[in-house]
Every structure is written in structure tokens, then in C-alpha cells.
């Protein structure tokens, strides 16, 4: 509900209620944020500003009086310069539009009620006149549960716990708040893109207070508006909870959250990638005997990873497919897979010859050289670059049914730290300078994503780890790519990593966010340990490789049967719930870990993992959204591990290890 009386706003639902209030003279302030579950206000320390953004020559408060500063002894005289025009409230959403005459510009403060949680953001309108935006915060607010002093931060999904003052910029998407003796919290998100998130946290400051918007410093955010253009910014996301600081129930409510964000997927994936061990060493022979081997086992997506062109306008290897890759498309569509296919679009690999017009331009006026050497040009996506990429990529998927682009390669910034961020030039298509390349760069791969989506609706877009810049999968990168390839850890040499040290990081990774879009790592399925590497991969969506010639007939009639009982699970629904049975803590080799997937009706999957452990029997405890019996199934050989009721299994319950035994996996 919403209702809006004189300059008096109110978005209230059955779990949180925000009040706000525009005075003359003063601006606009949230004068109250209600936990209605718990009867809690979480206004309690001061006045915070609403909103801050430079427009032009003047930074913009949404709300400003003359205040001393108490952590500072600063006095702030007010220099408030908005008007209120109007307000217009649906049933969840409101929008407050305010006049800035010193910028001839309109500012539409606009939030929605989004099932638990608050979303927010600002519309800005540019006059008669170009407007530059810049330094913005789209949230700024005074609200946490109880007294300051009791309260803990924490970011990183959980992982990193702060000083009550501080500031984050990069790829920190969540913040949380906890009060421990309260058991209670705040979730607090921020959809900016990659580098382009900031967070600044300076509880009872009337300026700053907790703000969320775009970083200020180490990546240049700027937005050129034309007179009568519009820009509206990211999102902001609240969402009060309660329970402990590592609540699984809490995080899962988070993630149902997030998910309104996200652009639609409900199909579970199991998916092939022919990158290890092959590397570029692929042909015509090999992949149609790989996608004969993935499709037995129950893939539903085979990926031909790079190798498959040469240079020139990226032309298909004539030497590895003589038949082009018609043959590889057809055998995989005619096995009820989507064909898959990655691509460059960060460098000019595979187009070295190109003009360099649109190449990525470094401070001093040079080409930027993707890596640590020479040889690649870096382009840049806010140039004519995007449009190529965006033809070049359509007439790929016209050709081949491609269902699955795997996007690839740095162009914006690099998660190795290899390649300067942005681009200075200044004769691009889509940008101006370097203080809006970045946003602009990350404004034109959505634009390349939803380009690619209007013409091939049913197309999955994956733009990699390595083409959004970011070593920590994030809510903004899986709202550009439907599936998220996050990591290159794979296990095929276990010298080099073993599955534990994977799901170490996929634990870390699938703390918070949506795990069904999360393909965590290649898992190789080869060797003896192939079926401890399986269901290693189903922490998050499965994405797995290896030389599926090496299986024998019984090891895929194994894997088969796997395939078969999780989609029977996933058929009543996606496996949406995570739970990390340990809590956060990092496994060592010493301790058994596991994880529990299961869907809205309770039904799921469990895998315990002994690793070095002589810890025996296990107790285990789950709490699922549904009471009765309850029945665990090994997943192997079929027989009943475990039966009880819903009630003692939130309770615990114990669980023997057989003896020699590496994991246990069980559907419920």
C-alpha cells in the first residue's frame, strides 16, 4: 500500500513500513523505517539526507538545515535547492519529483515495495540546458535495529566484518548490519556494476549517514545528459531480518529478493564446456564425440569453448572444421541440448587486422594491451565496437541455433589487475571522455545483452568473470547474464587444486546470492575421484568438463541415474535454497563440510563431504519450509540413509559415516 497526504508519503506491505516527508524549505527525509515482523523502528539516530548528487557545479542534497555535526563538531548551514513538484503513488511504488532550478534540472526519487524488501532509485531530467551527474548516491539514510554500539557490519557477503565507520568501492555488493543480541538485521544493496558499486557507512553523520550509490574515486562515474534526456541510476535494496548474522533462512529471503532484480531463468542447467582439458585443441571428430557422451549423460547444454576460428573476422578454423560448425550445432540440438559457443568480445583477438579506431585508449594517448604484454588490443564496448559485436553475434546465432553464448575476455577492467580501467579517448560512439567510460562501457554490454535478447528471446547470455571484471561474483553481473561463469578453478590436475579448495570458494560465492545462476568452476569429470567432483559442482549450477571418453559404461550409468533424480527434484521446481551445513567457517582438510539444496517445497539434495575428518557419526541439522516425513536417499545406490519428520531433522539428527567412505549424497 501506498498513500501520500499533502507532503506526507507512507509504502507500507506485511513487513516493513517507510514514512517520509518533504518541509519547505528543508527537503525531503525518511522520518521512519518500521520492521513490522518485529514491531521495531530502525529511524532512531538523526536526520540523513535522502539522496546526494553533483549536478554541474552544485552537489544536491535531498534534505539540508543548519545541524552541528556531532562526530565532528562541523556545523552544516542548510543550502537546500529543490523544490517539490508533485508525487505519484501506485499500490508498491512511489515517486516524489522535485525541481533543482541552480540545474535546471527534475529529480524523481522513486522507490518500490519489493515482497520483504525497499528498493530505490533516482530519475534524473536534464532541462534546457546539458547537465553533467556525477558523485551520486541514490540511498542515504539513518536506519538499524537498537543502539549503535550493539551493532556489527559486515560485507562480502557475510564474510568480512568492518569498523562501524568505513567505505567500500569495487565489487562489494551487500552490506550487512547485525545486532547479536537483538537477533536481528538489515540487508543492504547496491546493483551498481562491476567497479562502479560505493558504500560509505558513517552511521548518525546527517550528510553521508549510510549511503549507497556509485564510487567517487578509483573508477571515474559521470553521466552527460543532453537537453529533455532522462538517466535513471541503479538501485538501491533494504531488507530487514531475523534471526543469526549467518541465518540461513535469512540469507534465502534475501535471495528470493534479489531474484525480483534479475531477469527471468527458472531452468536448472547441467552443462558441458569442452575448455579443460582440450584447451584450443578441438575439431569436428572430437566435439561430436564429446557432445554424443555429454548428451548420454543428461547434459542439457554442450558448450565449444575457443579454438574453434582463426583470425580474420573470426572465421571458423577450416582446418579443424572442414564442415564448418554445422555438423557439432546439429548433433547437439538433434540431443535436445543447447548448443553453446564462446567468443571474444574484449580484445581483438580473432580480428587482429581490424581498424583501430574503436581499440581502447590508456592515459598517455596509447592502445591499451590486454594482459602483460603486447600483441592484443583492448576494445572499447562504448564504441562502434558494440554495434559489431552485437551483428557479429546475431549472425552467430542465426547460423548455428546458438543458445548459449559464453562472452568473454577483459575490455572495462580486468579482475587480474592486467589493463588500466576505462578509456580516454574522445571520438567514441557511446562515450565522451574518460569520466564516463566506464558506465558508459557498462551501459553498452546491456545494451549488447538486451540487443541479443529483443532478436533471440530464448538465448542465454553469460558475460564471464573475465569480461565484467570481477574476481567475486555479483547481484549487477547476473542481472546482465542470465548464467554467470565466475571462476576458472578446475580439477583436473588435483596437484593444483582439489574439490575441496573449489567449494571452499563456491561456499563463499553462494552465500548470499541467487546459487541456481552461479557456475562456480569447470568441474573435470575424470579420474577416480570424478563423482566427489560431480557433486562438488552442484553447489551452484553445474558446469562441467573433462574427457568424457575416459568414463566407463558403468561410471556413466552412474552419472546418468545422478542426472535422472535431480531432475525429477528440479521438475516440481528449481533447487532456489542454500544451506551450508558448517556455517561460514573456511573448511580445513581435518573437517567434513556439505551443503543442502532444495526448492519451495522442501525437496532437494544434501551432500556431506569427509574429507580428512574422523569426526563420526554427524549431526545435522536443516530446517526446510515443510513439515511431515522425511526420507533420505542415497543417491548412489538408492538405499534409505535417513528417515524421520521435518521437526527432528530442524532439531538434528544424527548420521553415520560408513567407514572409507569420501562423501555422501542424498536426495530428499
Known amino acids: 500500500m501506498t498513500a501520500v497526504t499533502g507532503k506526507k508519503f507512507v509504502l507500507e506491505n506485511n513487513y516493513l513500513r517507510r514514512e517520509l516527508e518533504f518541509v519547505d524549505g528543508a527537503g525531503l527525509r525518511t522520518v521512519s523505517l518500521y ?24 552537489m544536491v542534497f535531498g534534505y539540508k538545515q543548519r545541524v552541528v555535526q556531532e562526530l565532528d563538531g562541523e556545523t552544516r548551514d542548510s543550502n537546500y535547492g529543490a ?58 539514510i539513518n536506519a538499524y535495529p537498537g543502539a549503535l554500539p550493539e551493532l556489527e557490519f559486515f560485507t562480502r557477503h557475510g564474510f568480512n566484518r568492518e569498523n562501524c565507520n568505513f567505505v567500500t568501492q569495487g565489487f562489494d555488493d551487500i552490506m550487512q548490519i547485525h545486532n547479536s543480541a537483538l537477533k536481528e538485521g538489515l540487508f543492504l544493496v547496491n546493483d551498481a556494476p562491476g567497479p562502479l558499486k560505493r558504500f560509505l557507512c558513517y552511521p548518525k553523520w546527517f550528510d553521508t549517514a549510510i549511503s549507497i550509490g556509485y564510487n567517487c574515486d578509483t573508477v571515474p562515474f559521470t553521466k552527460y545528459l543532453d537537453p529533455g534526456q532522462k538517466f535513471a541510476t541503479h538501485r538501491s535494496c533494504l531488507m530487514p531480518y531475523t534471526g543469526e548474522q549467518d541465518s540461513p533462512e535469512a540469507r534465502n529471503d534475501l535471495r528470493e529478493c534479489l531474484r525480483r532484480l534479475l531477469p527471468p531463468y527458472i531452468r536448472d542447467e547441467f552443462m558441458y564446456c569442452t575448455w579443460i582439458p582440450f584447451l584450443k585443441n ?158 558508459e562501457q557498462y551501459a553498452c554490454l546491456k545494451k549488447l545483452r538486451d540487443e541479443l535478447k529483443a532478436r ?38 588435483e596437484e593444483l587444486c582439489s574439490a575441496l579448495n573449489i567449494r571452499n570458494v563456491l561456499y563463499r560465492f553462494c552465500t548470499m546470492l541467487p546459487v541456481e545462476r552461479i557456475m562456480g568452476s569447470l568441474i573435470c569429470l575424470q ?49 532456489t535454497e542454500f544451506v551450508k551445513l558448517r556455517g561460514d567457517a573456511y573448511v580445513h582438510r581435518d573437517e567434513w563440510d556439505g551443503y543442502a539444496r532444495f526448492n519451495r517445497e522442501g525437496k532437494g539434495i544434501a551432500c556431506l563431504f569427509r574429507n580428512d575428518s574422523s569426526e563420526t557419526p554427524l549431526r545435522l541439522q536443516l530446517d526446510l519450509p515443510r513439515s511431515g516425513k522425511v526420507e533420505f536417499i542415497d543417491l548412489l545406490n538408492g538405499e534409505t540413509v535417513l528417515a524421520g519428520d521435518a521437526q527432528q531433522l530442524r532439531a538434528g539428527v544424527v548420521i553415520d559415516w560408513a567407514d572409507g567412505k569420501r562423501f555422501l549424497a542424498v536426495r530428499y
Open 35 to 58: 520492521n513490522k515482523e518485529t514491531a521495531r523502528e530502525y529511524v532512531n539516530e538523526g536526520v540523513a539526507c535522502e539522496f546526494m548528487v553533483w549536478l554541474n557545479d552544485d
Open 282 to 439: 578441438i575439431d569436428e571428430k572430437l566435439l561430436l564425440e564429446l557432445a554424443d557422451k555429454a548428451a548420454d549423460l543428461g547434459a542439457t547444454t554442450f558448450v565449444v569453448d575457443d579454438g574453434w576460428f582463426v583470425d580474420g573476422g573470426w572465421q571458423v578454423d577450416p582446418g579443424k572444421f572442414p564442415n564448418g560448425l554445422e555438423p557439432v550445432a546439429e548433433k547437439a540440438r538433434a540431443a535436445e541440448m543447447r548448443f553453446g559457443l564462446w567468443f571474444n568480445i574484449g580484445t581483438n583477438y580473432g580480428n587482429v587486422n581490424a581498424d583501430e579506431e574503436d581499440s581502447a585508449i590508456c592515459a598517455d594517448g596509447g592502445f591499451k594491451n590486454f594482459g602483460l604484454g603486447k600483441g592484443r588490443l583492448v576494445k572499447c564496448m562504448a564504441s562502434k565496437h558494440c554495434d559489431l559485436m552485437i551483428e557479429k553475434l546475431s549472425e552467430l546465432a542465426r547460423r548455428y541455433g546458438v543458445g548459449y553464448f559464453k562472452l568473454d575476455f577483459s575490455n572495462i577492467i580486468s579482475p587480474y589487475g592486467f589493463i588500466p580501467t576505462g578509456c580516454h579517448a574522445r571520438d567514441h560512439a557511446y562515450h565522451k571522455n574518460a569520466a564516463d567510460s566506464v558506465a
Open 456 to 493: 533471440f528471446p530464448d538465448l542465454i547470455i553469460d558475460f564471464s568473470f573475465e569480461t565484467f571484471g570481477t574476481d567475486w561474483p555479483n547481484l549487477s553481473a547476473l542481472q546482465y547474464s542470465e548464467l554467470h561463469h565466475s571462476s576458472n578453478l578446475n580439477t583436473k590436475n
Open 83 to 140: 523544490e517539490f513538484l508533485a508525487a505519484q503513488c501506485e499500490r508498491d511504488f512511489l515517486k516524489i519529483s522535485l525541481h533543482v532550478p541552480a540545474a535546471d534540472a527534475t529529480i524523481d526519487v522513486c522507490y518500490r515495495l519489493e515482497g520483504r524488501a525497499l528498493t530505490k532509485w533516482l530519475e534524473l531530467t536534464a532541462g534546457g540546458r546539458q547537465l553533467s551527474i556525477s558523485m551520486c548516491f541514490f540511498e542515504v
Open 527 to 575: 579420474g577416480e575421484n570424478f563423482l566427489e567432483n560431480l557433486f562438488t559442482a552442484f553447489v551452484g549450477s553445474p558446469l562441467l568438463a573433462g574427457d568424457l571418453r575416459e568414463l566407463g559404461s558403468k561410471d556413466r550409468e552412474v552419472i546418468r541415474n545422478i542426472f535422472r533424480q535431480v531432475k525429477e527434484i528440479t521438475n516440481a521446481g528449481p533447487l
